[in-house]
């Protein structure tokens, strides 16, 4: 059984997966990127659309909130934004490498933390204020699943299937950060 991974709905007869998401926002921003001159800058946007929705590969996400009925895995054990799921699967490390590249070394942490930030926040809800203030048990719930190989290996294997043919730097879970959050250090 093919899996299918949606990244947008409009109905059960209109399904536009993940993959096809990301790269049509790609296809639009290179189209409209002839404005920006400076072509740094234009490879920093890039890097933010192709990570943006890697966290609509959760469960809930993809059954809840877009009705994917048949997306697999099926059990929905946690809910939190896609947006802030997406930061936490990018590979910092070959993230920054990456940037090694674009712009001077003194200043890849901090366009890192503006690229995290632009992934994160690209939707802003009610609910991130309490989410990011450590005033939920998201990240505890998220570690939950995490921790659990046979739950979580194969929402990696859908991550891993979304960015076959999209060229991406690594997407794996940070659990050194998801610690962080889970212990209520701040997002």
């Not at 740094?40 to 877009?66: C, M, S, W």
Request: no cysteine; net charge negative; hydrophobic share 40%.
């Amino acid at each position: 059984m093919e899996i299918k991974i949606w990244g947008k709905s409009k109905n059960e007869e209109i399904e536009i997966s993940l993959a096809d998401h990301i790269k049509d926002v790609l296809t639009v921003f290179r189209f409209l990127s002839d404005k920006i001159k400076d072509e740094n800058l234009k490879k920093l946007i890039e890097i933010v659309i192709k990570y943006h929705d890697a966290g609509k590969v959760l469960p809930y996400f993809q059954r809840k909130t877009l009705g994917n009925k048949t997306y697999q895995p099926f059990e929905v054990y946690t809910n939190i934004p896609h947006s802030l799921l997406s930061t936490l699967l990018v590979d910092q490390d070959a993230l920054k490498e990456e940037l090694k590249s674009i712009i001077p070394d003194e200043l890849i942490d901090t366009y890192l933390k503006y690229i995290l930030s632009a992934i994160a926040y690209h939707h802003w809800r009610e609910n991130f204020y309490d989410i990011v203030e450590g005033h939920t048990n998201v990240f505890e719930q998220l570690k939950r699943l995490t921790s659990d190989n046979k739950k979580w290996n194969p929402i990696e294997e859908n991550l891993k299937l979304v960015y076959s043919d999209i060229d991406a730097v690594g997407l794996s879970i940070n659990k050194h950060w998801l610690d962080g959050l889970e212990n209520g250090i701040r997002f």
